[in-house]
Structure formats: structure tokens, C-alpha cells
């Protein structure tokens, strides 16, 4: 069998600390400076939210591939696939596949309906307050929860390159991450934001394809040698069929069916992701964006099931699992043993810029929805200046920074791309069934707004409380405790459903109607955009 590496000694990467943060101190300059000058242009809270809607549809669908491609796409997925084969790879199906139902339910109604937030839809025909609240709140714990994910992996990342496997070490990484991800977000706002999204993307695609080819080359561009060589190397056959994770057991099978249903409904719902479609003129550019991000997307993860197989033939599931970081640390690994240090410092740096760009875009998504809906329109009843609402913005991304930072120190060590999983299974839990009826059913009113955000919301974060993630399994939060009553690892299974069905019954049971005029008015301007350009500049 050709190319059975030797494993990698992990004990090596600390010889490359100074080149790996000189290359990522460089990325920081420069990202830096195009924040400034992006932000120079920062007048009002369009600017600020929404970018000004300047860019063009294949700008805004790179920064999308750039804000999706997270830390778990590339450290979680390429790890899971070294470890577990054909399951992890199942990972990426389900990330993919998603934005099939984006682009058709969501991205070019949202854009037509809304002005800069989630919350702009479900309230344009229910009633403000109650719907906004709801909204910010849903949007603040996906934005938590998808934040803890980007944290874990920036420690995760540190603690292989620079051999830190100390708390305290680790968590002043994650402290840094959290300082330069708020830097970026008070300077730039989500113009400065999107071009470091942008830039990132380019930089990760360019890195994957070049390990991508560096692997096959080794295996003579035959896929067939590659997963021949994985097989050797971990000594499993069944690191190619399905089952290795997931096919354990009965409760197993259903924990992956609740996977699945989660990255694929929870995509259409993410605040971060439904946002950057107001960053565009018009609703062609939006769909335009969710095409240009699927090619992109698309693109990436076919490298990653590459990557993963290679991690595994080239440096070994054991090597990979006994590292600083573990699954986590497939990718850098791999980069080591393919070009040495030089081509891990540009793998790690660009692993880095994929945590400061989706943080940023966390933070600003988060930061805009209380300042957008629960200040200006809840508080202040709409009353707001746009200067003094921005204001409110900046310094709620301070406090969701510091929120981040600390939760990251705690999630610390597991793997990011499960981490991920969870948010998207509340996104999918909190926002999509709300989303889908104010867009698509007529008789849906206020109080099925609000059960089913809050019973999705709260059934989705209970169940994980007391899931195997959070207690009673070697590889959860709480490793000493133990009470896991729900026996899954994803909620989705229960928790989307769950909120469909309070939708359904909040409405009917609701005797009030609302305003059909209303309902008319978005059903009209979510299809054809009339209006909506009015709408969204003033």
C-alpha cells in the first residue's frame, strides 16, 4: 500500500510556535487595517447592520461560505472523519444539504420582508413587543451556543501549537481570541466584519485544496489507495462503512437521526446566517448569495472527507485521539506531516482567522438583535435615534465578548463540530417553525409566535442540559456528575417537532386574529419585493 506514514510527533509542534503566531500576527494586521478603513463609512445603523447593503451577491455568498466554514468544519469534521469514517463524514451531508432548504424557503422572502434582523419577519404582521423579545432571545442563545463552539476550538487549536495543556494557559487563549473578535466587531461593524469573512474564506478553500491535492498526489490521485490506506493504518475496515459512531445501538441510530435533522432544518434558521442577507440590495443578490455559498461550501467539504481519510492513513486515528486537543487536532496534524512547520503555521493561522471571522459575525448578529429589537423597539418603543441605538449595539458586543470568553474556558476540550451541532439544533428548535408559519401560513397569530419560539427554545436547551453531553458520559462537560435523563446527544428529534406542534397550537387555540391587511401586505412583499426597498432605508 502506498505512503503508510509514520505517525506524527506531536512533541515537534512546539518547535514551530514563532513561525505559527508570526503568520497569524500577520493575518491580524492586515484584517485589522481593512477593518479601519471599512469602517470609516460606519454612519448610520444601516451601516453598521447591514453594511450599508453594499455588496454584491458572490461577495456576500464568500463571506457566507467564510461565516459557515466555522472551526467545526474544519477541525471538528475533518476530525470526526479521521476518527469515525463514513459517520463523520455525515457531518458535511447534513451541513450541505441545508442550504437547499435556505435558499428555498428562507433567503429571498427574508430579504424582501425584513430590514436587519430575524425579528424584522416574525413581528411585520404580529404584534412587536412579545414576537421581538422572543426573537432576541432565541437569537442570543443560538449565538451563545455557536460562540461556545468557535471558544472550545480556539483552545483546542492553542493547545496543540503551543504545547499548552494547562487550564490556565488555554483559557488566556481563549481570553485573546475573545479581546481581538471584539476589536473587530466595535471598529468595523458588520462591513469591516464581512470583509474579514471574505478574505477568510478564500484563504481556508486555498488551504484545504492544497492539502486537499497534497494527499491524493501521495496516493497517486486514487481515492481507492487513500481509504485502502486509512483502513491499514487504523486497522478497522469499518472506518468506511456506517455504524462506527452511530450504528452502535438503537438509541445511537436515533441520536444520528436527530443529527441529521438538525444541520438540516437548522441552517435555514441560524441569526448569524440570516442576517448577511440584508447586507445585499436586492433579493436577486440574496439568492444569488445562497447559490455562490452552496458551490463554495460544496467545494469544501468534498476536501474535508479527503482531509479526514488522510489524517487518518497519514497520521493515525491513536496519534490523533492522544493529542493536545484531540479530533480537533486532525487538521493541523496533517498540515505537519505533509509540509512541516511552514505549511502548519499558514493551516494554523488560517484556523485561527475561521475562529475571529464567525465569532465576529456571532457577535454582531447578537449584538444587533438586542440593541435592534429589545432597545430601540421594545425599550424605547421605536423612538430611538439610529447614533444612540449603535451605540447600545457596541457595547452589548462587549458584554457578549466577555459572555463568550467565559463560556469558552468552560467548553474547552470538546469537539467543536458536536458543539455546533447542539446550535443548530436550537436555531432549528427556536426560529424555523416560527419563521416558516409567519411566512407561509395566513391564520398564524402572536401567541403561536411566542410557544413556539419559547417551547422550542426551552425544550431544546433543557434536553441538552440533561443529555450525555453535559453529564454522565466520559466525554461530558461535567465529567464528575451525573444526570442525564434525556439519553441523546441532540435534542432536534423532540425539541423541532415539539415546537412545530406548540405553532400549531398556540394559533388555534388563540381567539384573537391579526391585522389580514397585514398579513396581505407580507405575503405580497415577501413574493415580489414591492415595498421592500422603501422599507429597508428608511
Avoid at 429589537?373 to 430611538?384: L, M, P, Q, R, T
Wanted: charged content about 10%; some cysteine.
Amino acid at each position: 500500500m502506498i505512503g503508510i506514514a509514520t505517525s506524527v510527533d506531536v512533541s515537534q509542534l512546539k518547535e514551530t510556535t514563532l513561525l505559527n503566531m508570526g503568520i497569524f500576527a500577520l493575518f491580524v494586521a492586515v484584517t485589522m487595517v481593512i477593518v479601519l478603513r471599512a469602517s470609516r463609512n460606519n454612519k448610520t445603523a444601516a451601516d453598521y447592520y447591514a453594511a450599508g447593503r453594499s455588496f454584491t451577491g458572490s461577495q456576500n455568498g464568500t463571506a457566507i461560505a467564510g461565516d459557515y466554514l466555522s472551526a467545526a468544519s474544519f477541525l471538528g469534521i475533518t476530525g470526526a472523519i479521521a476518527v469515525n469514517g463514513y459517520d463523520g463524514f455525515m457531518y458535511s451531508i447534513g451541513f450541505l444539504v441545508a442550504w437547499l432548504v435556505a435558499l428555498l424557503l428562507v433567503a429571498e422572502l427574508l430579504r424582501n420582508t425584513g430590514k436587519f434582523t430575524m425579528a424584522d419577519v416574525l413581528s411585520f404582521r404580529l404584534k412587536q413587543r412579545p414576537v421581538r423579545i422572543a426573537a432576541a432571545i432565541s437569537t442570543l442563545a443560538v449565538c451563545f451556543f455557536y460562540l461556545l463552539a468557535q471558544m472550545a476550538g480556539a483552545g483546542s487549536l492553542i493547545s496543540l501549537l503551543l504545547g499548552i495543556s494547562d487550564w490556565g494557559g488555554q483559557a488566556l487563549v481563549i481570553i485573546v481570541v475573545g479581546a481581538l473578535m471584539i476589536m473587530y466587531v466595535l471598529i468595523g461593524g458588520m462591513k469591516g466584519t464581512t470583509w474579514v469573512q471574505i478574505i477568510k474564506a478564500m484563504l481556508l478553500i486555498a488551504g484545504a485544496a492544497v492539502m486537499t491535492l497534497w494527499v491524493l498526489a501521495i496516493y497517486g490521485f486514487n481515492l481507492s489507495n487513500l481509504l485502502g490506506a486509512a483502513v491499514e493504518t487504523s486497522g478497522n475496515p469499518a472506518v468506511l462503512n456506517p455504524g462506527l459512531q452511530y450504528g452502535k445501538s438503537e438509541t445511537s441510530k436515533l441520536d444520528f437521526m436527530s443529527l441529521g435533522l438538525a444541520l438540516v432544518l437548522g441552517t435555514a434558521a441560524l441569526p448569524h446566517v440570516l442576517m448577511r442577507f440584508y447586507t445585499v440590495p436586492t433579493a436577486k443578490e440574496a439568492r444569488k448569495s445562497v447559490v455562490w455559498s452552496i458551490w463554495l461550501i460544496g467545494l469544501f467539504y468534498l476536501f474535508t472527507l479527503v482531509l479526514g481519510y488522510g489524517a487518518a492513513a497519514l497520521v493515525g486515528a491513536d496519534t490523533i485521539k492522544t493529542a493536545p486537543g484531540g479530533v480537533n487536532a486532525a487538521a493541523p496534524l496533517l498540515a505537519f506531516h505533509l509540509g512541516g512547520p511552514l505549511l502548519l503555521g499558514f493551516i494554523s493561522a488560517v484556523a485561527f482567522a475561521t475562529i475571529l471571522a464567525v465569532v465576529a459575525g456571532l457577535t454582531i448578529t447578537a449584538a444587533a438583535s438586542f440593541a435592534h429589537d429589545i432597545y430601540a423597539n421594545v425599550i424605547s418603543k421605536g423612538k430611538a435615534d439610529a447614533e444612540t441605538e449603535v451605540k447600545v449595539a457596541r457595547r452589548t458586543v462587549v458584554v457578549i465578548g466577555i459572555l463568550a470568553i467565559l463560556g469558552g474556558i468552560l467548553a474547552n476540550g470538546q469537539n467543536v463540530a458536536f458543539l455546533v451541532a447542539l446550535a443548530f439544533a436550537v436555531a432549528a428548535s427556536a426560529n424555523l417553525p416560527t419563521i416558516v408559519y409567519s411566512l407561509f401560513w395566513r391564520r398564524f397569530t402572536t401567541q403561536g409566535a411566542v410557544w413556539s419560539m419559547y417551547g422550542g427554545l426551552g425544550s431544546a436547551i433543557l434536553l441538552i442540559i440533561f443529555s450525555p453531553v453535559v453529564s454522565g458520559a466520559p466525554t461530558s462537560m461535567i465529567k464528575d456528575a451525573h444526570f442525564a435523563l434525556f439519553p441523546l446527544s441532540n435534542p432536534g428529534i423532540v425539541s423541532i417537532p415539539l415546537a412545530f406542534l406548540l405553532g400549531w397550537l398556540g394559533t388555534v387555540l388563540d381567539k384573537k386574529r391579526e391585522d389580514a391587511t397585514k398579513q396581505a401586505e407580507m405575503e405580497v412583499r415577501s413574493l415580489t419585493g414591492v415595498g421592500a426597498e422603501k422599507a429597508v432605508d428608511h
